[in-house]
């Protein structure tokens, strides 16, 4: 029984839980008892930022809480009240969305322990469609990273390579699908933080358009490119969670007033007579090619045959301005990063650290706090956006970037009058090895990794990946992006179902059939480790 329930989708479970086939208690067990088995237990008692020894998806589980909400949702259904579709369906929260009665982190020293005082929008929506919330899951930094190495907490690992990355930030929302954990999740995406994840761990993702969803109470790391938006094993449970969460939102200043509706309907529509006949797909042409791994490139190439296949008229479409994406995004989000992070300064907010010399002006106090509660990354960016922003340099970098960030929109807007979605692969390579980017090395090789997903932050449109198979040469999972017009993100979930209904076809099932056994993988990882540490203290 547990094992068949966390396999089912949102969608399935919610549809037992209707016809009371099963309970939400049961399934949400069923899921914690995952975690137990695959999350790991702490790695060192004595050091409170080892991380654990298994995948290390969650940073807090919030098991009582879970199933409280889990009876309660029973006990309504059985009493005959009206409930939502996907009450008493569990979720996972991306730790940089505040929890009220859970810890906030955003995997940072700087806030260790913090308990937020209130509920962000989109946790509020989620309790009111009476979701049980599993736990918060782990990420860079403030969101900072690619790799989800960056955690104050530990790293997150890869379910299909435990020796490999989950991707970043939003690593493990990713990483706690992927491995049945949670059959869905929140992520939040700046510059690639929930697709590029969801590429490499086989799941979907996907970047609403910017102001869809609202971001009050979402610890800021950009605020004109970050973006709430659901992780999930299928595009209709990305759909489905897509209309629990968005809509319009006075306390958050961005947020659009378009009601948000049709999603689940355009998936489902997608998915039953493939929704691909006559859609006009622009492959970008900066997005391909030199610099992709070549599994990559074969899966994305054979999608694109399929959507070919399917009645869809594809053609190249050239995106000009997109090689400058990549430096104009990193001078706009560290420029914001500097100006969001300035709070967290020991006096303000975050944990204080004293001077160690006893010279307790408030200058030392703040230095002192920064330089202990911040991270390599979260420094160098915070460096970088200072500069951007300095006296002198404001129209050089930041403006100069700005202005590149413009005719990325535009080449959006011309690609738009030539089809209806754009598409390229997702990342430009599977989950590479824990530790080939660390803070020794160039930052520009953790950067180089989110080429494909940026434009998309810059220009606030909405984008999509999902699972296109496996990569031939290394057997791990490659993701493909759909990319629609801001606003039409409905376009996406349609486009998106009907190439997941073909691939599903063409690959036999689901690309989750082929996931290695993650309870024997972390076993065996617990012991090698295990190991090692005695060997180490003899």
Partial sequence: ???????????????????????????????????????????????????????????HVNAEEALQ????????????EDLHDLAGVPIAVKDLIVTKGQPTTAASKMLEGWMSPYDGTVTKRLRAARMPMLGKTNLDEFAMGSTTEHSAYGVTRNPWDLTRIPGGSGGGSAAAVSAFQAPLALGTDTGGSIRQPAA???????????GSVSRYGVIAMASSLDQVGPCSRTVLDAALLHEVVGG????????????????????????????????????????????????????????VELLR???????????P?????????????????????????????????????????????????????????VKRRTILGTYALS????????????KVRTLVQRDFNDAFEKCDVLISPTAPSTAFPMGSVD????????????????????????????????????????????MAPAREDARLYRAGAGLEALLTQANGGPIWKDLPDVVAAVKNLSGAESAAAQGAAQ
């Fill in 321 to 377: 301005n997109f090689r400058y994406a990549l430096g104009a995004y990193y001078l706009i989000m560290s420029s914001e990063v500097s100006s969001n992070l300035a709070k967290y300064d020991g006096v303000r907010f975050g944990r204080r650290t004293l001077p160690t010399d006893g010279n307790l002006t408030i200058e030392r106090v703040m230095a002192a706090t920064r330089a202990a509660g911040f991270s390599s990354e």
């Fill in 439 to 482: 803070e020794h090395a160039d930052p520009m090789e953790m950067y180089l990794n989110d080429v494909a997903t940026i434009p998309t932050n810059l220009a606030g449109v909405p984008a999509i990946s999902l699972p296109a198979g496996l990569a031939p040469e290394d057997g791990l999972p490659v993701g493909v992006q759909f």
């Fill in 248 to 303: 319009h939102d006075p306390q958050d200043s961005t947020s659009l007033t378009d009601p948000v509706e049709g999603f689940a309907a355009a998936a489902r529509s997608g998915a039953a007579d493939g929704g691909l006949k006559g859609l006009r797909v622009g492959v970008v042409k900066e997005l391909t090619g030199e610099g992709f791994q070549a599994g990559v490139e074969q899966r994305f190439r054979e999608a």
């Fill in 1 to 59: 029984m547990t094992e068949n329930l966390i396999e089912l989708s949102a969608a399935q479970l919610a549809e037992k839980l209707a016809a009371r086939e099963v309970t939400s208690v049961e399934a949400v067990q069923a899921h914690l008892d995952r975690i137990a088995a695959t999350d790991g237990a702490p790695a060192d008692d004595n050091n409170r930022y080892a991380g654990k020894t298994g995948l290390n998806a969650f940073l």
């Fill in 309 to 319: 296949s399917a009645g869809a008229e594809v053609v190249e479409v050239e995106t």
């Fill in 391 to 402: 006296a002198g340099y404001y129209d050089a970098y930041y403006g100069s970037a700005q």
């Fill in 200 to 210: 490499v761990t086989g799941s979907v993702g996907v970047k609403p358009t910017y």
């Fill in 69 to 80: 909400v889990a009876a309660d949702v029973d006990e309504a259904r059985n009493n005959g």
